[in-house]
């Protein structure tokens, strides 16, 4: 199947083309017919899988066929940082189109609330919005939804993980009655489908094979106790096949911590965390993407949703909390047609996380045994794996040692 084949208009053909789009992931595929036909649609796709493409294509296509002056499409979003990457991707889309789109998130200064009210005020097609920042921005009247033809909830399970059940509901009741929702999520707990069969109208269902990670990422699991860590982690850093590497640590202070360890230790490292100024956060993500940030350190607030392209290497320097977070956290490398490397260290505190991510993708995990100069990995107590972790011969450099390792390994 082409992108020809859904009979877009030239203009998005045309962009399309020029982002260099040229066939349709599985996503794309199943979506976009069923939001052509005008269907209400939950989508459970991971992110990595294209499903961004999915759901803003048919609408700007839609739009770019309609006389539109008010604002038609609300997508709501769980994070900043999402709804900046989808606005970017409406804009590179409708780049011969004339469809504009404006980001109303939270954070930032006074003059950012006033440039998005002013947007606002100005009109536009598309509001790619967080919660609270839109329930704001609805209690001062600045947004008209009389005409709104369209609902995204994108990333509906990470909202609902963040609290932000009620607010949606609330945003709801304000739009008017008919208009198409589609709703995707990385993963459909009950209360997904609780809100589902509230807002959506005979949806048509579809379903990427949920909560594995994409085949291309080739995933290794260190045991290592907590001193070796460090260690390892500035060991696989050595590397230079990799380029651009996303290390994910438990919370805001660890993350600075490991920063600064990095750091001491003679690592080139950012920390992208919360304490950081939305400016400050959006001129870390510009760097790395343009590759002049090598290593960046965060929590999961950048394990979703965050489009960084090319990531070739992600280390799980704390273990997610949450099997669902390993899938989101590892979707940051082997993004669409590329392939990547994930890492994970795992201590004893974290081996039933580790059992829990082995249950999730219904495999059994082999750990790798670490390099010799790192020490012997421990043996952890429930364990009744009977390949254990040894220690790695001395002399040969075979592939499953950190400086050897190669990212599409
Ligand atoms: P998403 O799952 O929407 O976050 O998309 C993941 C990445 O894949 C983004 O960088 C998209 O630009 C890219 N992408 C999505 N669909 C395609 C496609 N059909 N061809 C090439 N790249 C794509």
New binding site residues.
């Given amino acids: 199947m082409n ?1 020809t084949d859904f009979g877009f208009t030239t203009e998005l053909q045309n962009g399309l083309d020029a ?7 599985p ?2 595929e199943m979506a976009i017919p069923i939001i052509q036909e005008g269907h209400d649609l939950i989508a459970c ?10 759901y803003v294509l048919p609408i700007l296509d839609r739009i770019a066929r309609s006389d539109h002056s008010h604002l038609n499409t609300l997508i709501i979003a769980p994070t900043r940082e999402l709804a900046q ?1 989808i606005d970017q ?1 409406i804009e590179g889309f409708s780049y011969f189109l004339q469809v504009s789109s404006i980001p109303i998130y939270g954070g930032g200064d006074g003059m950012i609330w006033e440039q998005q009210k002013r947007a606002l005020r100005e009109g536009a097609d598309i509001i790619i919005a967080t919660p609270g920042r839109l329930l704001s921005m609805m209690a001062s009247d600045d947004v008209n939804f009389e005409y709104l033809q369209h609902l995204i909830l994108d990333e509906a399970d990470r909202m609902l993980d963040m609290g932000f059940y009620d607010d949606i509901l609330r945003i709801i009741k304000m739009l008017p009655a008919k208009h198409q929702t589609l709703l995707f999520s990385a993963t459909m707990p009950q209360k997904i489908q609780t809100i589902a069969s509230k807002i959506l109208k005979h949806p048509k269902q579809i379903s990427l094979a949920t909560s594995q990670p994409a085949e291309k990422i080739h995933q290794e699991f260190y045991f290592v106790n907590m001193d070796q860590k460090l260690p390892m982690t500035i060991d696989i850093l050595k590397n230079p096949a990799y380029e651009s590497i996303i290390i994910f640590s438990s919370s805001k202070e660890n993350t600075k911590k490991l920063n600064t360890d990095l750091k001491k230790a003679g690592v080139k490292a950012s920390a992208f965390h919360s304490d950081l100024e939305q400016k400050e956060r959006e001129e870390l993500m510009r760097n790395f993407k343009s590759r002049n940030i090598r290593v960046l350190v965060g929590t999961d607030v950048l394990s979703r ?1 965050i ?1 960084v ?1 090319g990531v070739s290497l992600v280390i799980n320097y704390d273990a997610p909390h949450d099997p669902e977070d390993y899938i989101h956290r590892i979707g940051r490398t082997a ?3 590329e392939s990547g490397v994930a890492i994970t260290l795992i201590t004893q505190n974290d081996f039933q996380r580790f059992q829990r991510i082995e249950k999730l993708i219904g495999k059994t995990l082999l750990p790798s045994p670490l390099p010799e100069h790192i020490g012997v990995s421990p043996v952890f107590n429930s364990t009744t794996r009977s390949k254990r972790p040894q220690r790695k011969p001395a002399s040969k450099g075979n592939g499953s040692t950190s400086n050897n390792r190669k990212p599409n390994g």
């Fill in positions: 992108f982002m260099g789009f040229n066939k349709p992931t996503i794309q796709a991971q992110t990595g899988t294209g499903k961004t493409a999915a990457q991707q949703g489009d392209e993004r669409a047609e």
